[in-house]
């Protein structure tokens, strides 16, 4: 740790201590960890060198850009003031950037860019009644989920460009920050993946995979060519395991629910009319629909 003349500007000058916490003041977190700890003044003095090294390395870290530009000499990590009687020091806790690199891990995604889940739940764009609903149900989700407490996923709808995929994006990565693990696929894509998998054998296995994922994000629903032996075989098999086995499943597509219904049927009689039917009654019980109308200022 530096000494307290190597931040002085004019180190041959006798220290204008009072000057020093005058300036140290102004930082905000300082200020309330001094007060809420009612420190003596002499106190402030013996930890100033603590104080203005932390100030330093907060200052790094709020103008850092990702883990690969850190500038600390403790890579990733981030320090804290820390108060024992009569005492200060510096402890160190991993960065948002060293949390995010660790969440990823349990991200596992499937034909999605992974430069998305940078995104966290203060990117999101809240405007929109309906955005604002998407956010007080995430809050909830977060708050009060876990593998022993069920809570529905959620139906996003909306045109091309309302930030569907983003949305699911950050609820993705907040909860893998959680520590939770989430399946998160480009739907169309995997789509075609599952009917190629027919012919090499790993089709079961990766049916298996998407029945017990943890958390599984089905991204463009709706948007692939439509088959049957997907909507029968593969698709309703899923949803019907994680439905009863209390699985959250995350959604999004282009259409809403009756416009999903019609688009999953391949004719008008009455066995293709149940068969979307049931797939779309079993994501009903599922999730909970909001349907996007405003376009956000990015995604």
């Known amino acids: 740790m530096k000494s307290i003349k190597d931040y002085i500007k004019y180190p041959e000058k006798e220290l204008d201590y009072d000057s020093i916490i005058e300036k140290l003041m102004q930082d905000q977190i300082i200020e309330k960890f001094i007060l809420d700890h009612d420190m003596k003044h002499e106190d402030v003095i013996k930890s100033l060198n603590v104080f203005l090294t932390y100030r330093e390395e907060k200052n790094i ?4 850009k990702g883990l690969e530009f850190c500038k600390l000499n403790n890579k990733g990590l981030t320090p804290e003031l820390e108060f024992s009687p009569n005492h200060v020091s510096l402890v160190y806790s991993r960065c ?18 992974k430069k998305i889940f940078n995104a966290s739940l203060d990117d999101l764009d809240l ?5 604002k609903s998407i956010n007080n149900y995430i809050l ?6 876990s593998e022993k407490n069920f809570m529905k996923g959620i139906y996003i709808s909306g045109k091309y460009g309302t930030g569907k995929t983003y949305i699911l994006a950050i609820i993705a990565n907040e909860l893998a920050k959680l520590g939770h693990k989430v399946y998160f696929a480009y739907y169309p894509d995997l789509a075609r993946e599952l009917k190629s998998s027919i012919g090499d054998g790993t089709l079961e296995d990766k049916i298996a995979d998407l029945k017990t994922a943890e958390i599984l994000m089905l991204d463009d629903v709706g948007g692939e060519y439509f088959s049957e032996f997907i909507r029968d075989e593969v698709l309703g098999p899923i949803l019907q395991h994680r439905l009863l086995d209390n699985r959250p499943t995350f959604f999004s597509s282009n259409l809403n629910f009756s416009e999903l219904a019609k ?14 039917y049931r797939i779309v009654e079993r994501i009903k019980r ?3 629909e909001f349907v996007l109308t405003e376009m956000p200022h990015t995604s």
């Not at 909830?140 to 989920?145: D, Q, S, T, V």
């Open 96 to 113: 948002r950037y060293n949390k995010l690199q660790e969440s990823n891990a349990n991200i596992q995604a499937f034909y999605v860019p």
């Open 286 to 288: 599922m999730a909970i």
């Open 263 to 276: 688009a999953m049927k391949k004719s008008d009689n009455s066995l293709e009319t149940v068969a979307a």
């Open 127 to 131: 405007i929109g009644d309906t955005r």
């Open 61 to 64: 870290c709020s103008n850092c």
């Open 140 to 145: 909830k989700f977060l708050k009060e989920y």
